[in-house]
């Protein structure tokens, strides 16, 4: 495969849930350079057709052709069935197919588990995995017609170690490991390829208030070799080498995105706010 085309995404047609804001939107943007045509959904209308048009105006591709845009914005609820539907029928009507789906739609809950209840946790569990199956459903039966496809679920650093008072997110995405094996082993036979990625810690809107100058920051980042946060377009790396043709042999893996805080024991990182040594 020549070098310039082991990126290469002209011609694939992506879906991304959650695509207004964040990893998600960062996701979709990436996609766009690499060539590919996107719709990005989001539960407020007004939030993703601002996103979808500011994706619009970053892209340096020939927008005269108003009929075949690169982005186009929905409302989409993965919690809802005629919402995934309406959206994965509106990707099909406006590009003509369906290659890549992209699971990011998120949602958070920080409280102490003995007061978490039923219905937080449900809800919680709804958005990231039923959500993402959902979805998968909705997009896979495109693409078991046309024998290719790429679904990308968006996993976490929790899927992986724990962290206190988010009990319901850190359940989540661990099924969501166990959603992404089970897609790609059942699936396989019809040309679809199912990875996941987990982010480290990237400051978004369900987390800033979280991480940001606070003490649970401060700890992350000295368990964090490279000393910082993450940022949302490291994280769109990932999702285009899994979507490209580079990752063709790709399947039921899970690619993390950490600054090296899954391999970090004891290191030498420190927060910037943190004291100075001795």
């Known amino acids: 495969m020549p070098q310039s085309k082991m990126f290469d995404l002209t ?17 979709a943007k990436g996609l766009i350079k690499h060539g590919a045509k996107v719709l990005i959904g989001s539960r407020t209308v007004e939030k993703v057709e601002a996103a979808a048009r500011d994706l619009a105006r970053q892209t340096e591709r020939d927008e005269t052709d108003e009929a075949a845009p690169v982005v186009v914005g929905t409302s989409l609820d993965v919690t ?15 590009f003509g197919r369906l290659d890549v789906l992209v699971n990011s739609a998120g949602v958070m809950c920080k409280k102490p588990s003995f007061d978490l209840t039923a219905e937080e946790f449900n809800h919680i569990y709804n958005t990231h995995v039923t959500g993402s199956l ?12 046309q024998h290719r496809g790429c679904i990308i679920n968006l996993a976490s650093i929790s899927s992986f170690v724990d962290l206190v ?24 036979k019809y040309g679809i390829r199912v990875n996941a990625i987990a982010p480290g810690f990237v400051p978004t809107e369900i987390n800033r ?18 000393s910082r946060f993450g940022k949302a377009d490291e994280i769109a790396g990932a999702a285009v080498y899994l979507a490209s043709p580079s990752a063709s042999f790709v399947t039921g893996h899970t690619v993390v995105v950490d600054g ?12 910037p706010w943190a004291p100075p040594k001795d």
């Open 11 to 27: 011609g694939s047609v992506a879906m991304v849930s959650g695509g207004a804001s964040g990893i998600g939107y960062a996701i």
């Open 80 to 94: 809802d069935d005629k919402s995934v539907e309406k959206a994965v029928d509106l990707a099909v009507d406006t």
């Open 134 to 145: 959902r979805c998968s459903q909705a997009a896979g039966h495109l693409m078991r017609e």
């Open 165 to 188: 008072e988010v009990a319901a997110y850190a359940a989540a995405k661990n099924a969501v490991l166990g959603l992404t094996r089970s897609l790609a082993n059942e699936w396989a």
């Open 209 to 226: 208030k979280m991480i940001e100058g606070t003490d649970r920051g401060r700890r992350i980042l000295e368990h964090t070799p490279m």
């Open 260 to 271: 090296g805080y899954l391999a970090s024991g004891i290191g030498e990182g420190v927060a």
